[in-house]
């Protein structure tokens, strides 16, 4: 059942009982998609987890929703950046919302986000990174009209996963290894894996998110 209490429309599943302070990871779908897309595989994931799924603010008039939109007309103006960042704002509120309304621990959330999603995730974090210490971006890039020009000079403690598809159609995967170029760049710890697959997670993929979620838990 969707909850409509914060300032996002969100799904979530409670860490385990008897779990102290718990981590959030928050689940950030594309473009397109909605809260239950990232959401399906909640269970699978580490139990001491407070796990949300949340709704992107845009609805589209083709269905689902987006954070912001996009220009398939106009490469040079692909990615709407005042509704990027406008969301990027709405996404730390809600993380800040989320944390005191559950009491969680405000010194480490994780972030996992697909596609646009993952876009996001890249300029939250490379502009400033607050209390977020591992970030898992698929099938994303990083948007350098989105990062803009204001890059932290503090990545300490952070750890990122990047995966894509190498038959992307939707992002192609020269853009995706921008990812791994930059945040070698800044030398943030990271593992790059590639898949012969297209915009989606196949199963090894998969299997391999969470070999990385679970050694860097």
Known sequence: MINTDLSLKYLYKPAKEGTENPRLLLLMHGYGSNEQDLFSFATELPDDFFIVSVRAPRALSFGGFAWYDI????????????????????????ISEVIAKFNLNQEEVWLCGFSQGAILSYAMVLQNPQNIKRVMCLSGYPAQDIIGENISENFD?????????????????????????????????????????????????????????????
Do not use: C, M
Not at 172 to 181: L, M, V
Not at 184 to 197: C, L, V
């Open 71 to 94: 220009n398939f007309q106009d490469a040079q103006k692909f990615n709407d950046t005042t509704q990027a960042t406008a969301s990027i704002r709405i996404i730390r509120n809600f």
């Open 157 to 217: 403690g952070l750890a990122f996963f990047i995966s894509h598809g190498t038959e992307d159609a939707v992002i192609p995967i020269d853009w995706a290894r921008k990812g791994d170029e930059l945040l070698s760049q800044f030398n943030i710890p990271h593992t790059y894996k590639e898949y012969r697959s297209g915009h989606g997670l196949v199963p090894q993929n998969f299997y391999d998110l969470l070999s990385w979620i679970k050694s860097h838990h």
